[in-house]
């Protein structure tokens, strides 16, 4: 049986980037193994030069930055108190928060080596946002595309 455990990252400089998922993120460690940090929720991050050498090192393995390639995808209840503490720590955006076509709103953000990530709102929240807007179970379904089953289900647990 294969079982996911989660995903790493090559990072240029392992105590600045870990600062940036600690301070501005909330991330908890998990373990420091110096050239290797894992934090609670799944996310590693290994210093850059050391995890191109344990691929053979070279050109062949190079890490790039900003290959768009992929995102860290986060989701929060206090979307907009993570845009103004990543304004204020100069973070660079990608966009500000904004609304997807299924209603939630998203920003996306690069962290110290390029590597794009997203903070969602909860698609409970978006949920309890568009109801409280007046739309109905219907219209949320439709909109975010989430099952009636969900839709209803938080829509209960709110009561």
């Given at each position: 049986m294969?079982?996911?455990e989660g995903?790493?990252?090559a990072v240029?400089?392992?105590a600045?980037?870990r600062?940036?998922?600690e301070?501005q993120?909330?991330q908890?460690?998990k373990?420091?193994?110096g050239?290797?940090?894992a934090?609670?929720?799944g996310?590693?991050i290994?210093?850059?030069?050391?995890f191109?050498?344990?691929l053979g090192g070279?050109?062949p393995?190079?890490?790039?930055?900003?290959s768009?390639a992929?995102?860290l995808?986060?989701?929060t209840d206090?979307i907009e108190?993570?845009e103004?503490?990543?304004?204020a720590?100069?973070?660079?955006?990608i966009h500000?928060?904004?609304e997807?076509p299924?209603?939630?709103?998203?920003?996306r953000?690069?962290?110290?080596?390029g590597h794009?990530?997203?903070?969602?709102?909860r698609?409970d929240?978006?949920?309890?946002?568009?109801?409280q807007?007046g739309?109905?179970v219907?219209?949320?379904?439709?909109k975010?595309g989430?099952p009636?089953?969900?839709v209803?289900?938080?829509?209960?647990?709110a009561?």
């Open positions: 294969l079982k996911y995903v790493l990252i240029k400089d392992i600045a980037s600062r940036f998922y301070e993120l909330g908890a460690v373990f420091d193994f050239v290797d940090v934090f609670e929720g996310l590693t290994h210093q850059k030069d050391h191109q050498g344990m070279g050109e393995f190079a890490a790039v930055t900003k768009h992929g995102e995808y986060f989701e206090a108190l993570f103004q503490r990543l304004k720590a100069d973070v660079v955006f500000p928060i904004c997807q299924w209603a939630q709103r998203v920003m953000f690069y962290d110290p080596d794009v990530v997203e903070i969602g709102e698609m929240a978006v949920v309890m946002r568009l109801s807007h739309a109905s219907a219209d949320v379904c439709q975010t989430m009636r089953e969900f209803e289900g938080t829509l209960e647990a009561r």
